[in-house]
């Protein structure tokens, strides 16, 4: 971490002290949960967005309560749909292209010149705590703070992946409601700790990041450990997933998983309530992108790939509303700084959300949140032979969605490898190893099941669409087409509507300084294992003042 960071570090320790103790002598405490993979899945949308999709079929209480207690955003999107850029945006309160060496998934580097937002609140006197998984870069355990010295996970990890852990419990001979509280009794205990650790009455940050969500889970967990019956999904899977068994008991099994964190969160608020610190704390719950190992998942910028459950419960945020402003998790930065009372730093290009949360509106709250902007490079650094990134960027409104493509003739999902020849994988390896094949793609059975259908007359150009190459714009009038599958990019009835989404989109990433427009994106099309690289702009040329 550089002289200028731990500078501007001490600057705000001072100023953000006398500040937040001015303006409110009780600052909030902030809990925020943060899952792996877990798109906009909770049952809290199936009331809202009506009939027809998993939203009936999941069952997320916790999330439930703090949408009923709190707030429940209908339209939340992250910056990238793919872990690590999606993060650094995150913790930076910046779109991802604006965080240097930290916009990648594969050898991403923190440079220490961006601010984060745990640093921030660290520096004005929060007490900070992570369980799980941040991504250490700005995260409490960066330096000066020293390695693991706000990790909090002495009393176990197996949440970490629980179906494979209850699985074996009740193999071993435990009651299945059991095996399940022996781990949320984990994430209790290690919530303990973190609150023992704190001074009195000092505020405090906490990030719970589990990666259960995350691949691989136990095939038919789903039913077996949450009674989700795969069957139930039939009809109400989008249409870009194939409605077959395999498919639908794979996306039981990541709805199990979803149900998971959802209880394990639940083991927090009961110890926040039982320590009085509730109604005193922002707790906000969603995950960094869409479902993984399915067709227009993660790493995909269509809605089920970048659009995320999200809602917030503050005390001193009307409860009961349903907000449809756009809305992306780098407003989060901002808005955690704000209510502890902190300057905003000015390279933030998050918005804080603090108005809209102690609006009493439903609906459009604020007029001007009607725009969000989506975009991805490189996810894993061998999904094509030569090692480039697929760069995409969008902007999403509540009519449309506007994708450009820079590079239409690589491979979205990475190459097909092996797909040719003696060599084909087997269903199996597909499953277990991520790389075998279209290597962007987390590996599964949905993934596996359609690869071997490939050259069938029936799925064929299912598996081309989803699989293949995309042209340079994609253009979805989400009116008519709220699941994205028509492109009208180049119909002449929408040529108004796209012209102005692209000004919109290329003014935003010319606004701040996207490494993409420079050079022809040489910061990005440089291979990674070809030497120092990604020695580029950190997101344009403003210094700075309050970081």
Known sequence: MNRCWLLSGLLVLLVGNSFAHAADAKRPNILFAFADDWGRYASAYAAVDGPGTPNDVVRTPNFDRLAREGVLFRRAFVSAPSCT?????????????????????????????QPAFPLLLGDAGYHLGETYKVWSPGSPNDAPYGSGKFAYEKAGGRVNQFSQNVTKMVANGMALEDAKHALYDEVTNNFDAFLAARKPDQPFCYWFGPTNVHRKWIKGSGKKLWGIEPESLQGKLPAFLPDVPEVREDFADYLGEAQAFDASLGALLKKLEATGELDN???????????????????NLYDFGSSVSLAIRWGNAKSGRVVDDLVSLTDLAPTFLEAAGLPIPERMTGRSLVKLL????????EPERTAVFIGRERHVESARADYMPYPQRAIRTPDFLYIIN????????????????????????????????????????TKAWLVGVRNEPKWKAHYEWVYGKRPREELYDLRQDPQQLKNVAAEAAYASSRAKLEEQLMGELQRTGDPRLIDDGKFYETPPMAGPVNDQPTGGKKKNKKS
Not at 85 to 113: E, K, M, N, V
Not at 413 to 440: F, K, Q, W
């Open 281 to 299: 704390t922002i707790i906000v719950m969603s995950g960094d992108h869409g479902p993984p190992g399915f067709p227009h998942g993660k790493c």
């Open 85 to 113: 850029p999606c993060r650094s945006a995150l913790l930076s309160g910046q779109h991802f292209w604006r965080t240097g060496r930290a916009s990648i998934l594969r050898g991403a580097i923190w440079d220490g010149s």
């Open 406 to 445: 820079f590079k239409p003739g690589r491979w979205p999902l990475g190459d097909p490898y092996r797909l040719d020849g003696d060599n084909v994988p087997t269903a199996s390896a597909i499953t277990e190893e991520t790389r075998v094949t279209l290597p962007d793609e987390d590996a599964g059975p």
């Open 358 to 365: 102690k609006s009493e509106k439903s609906g459009q709250v």
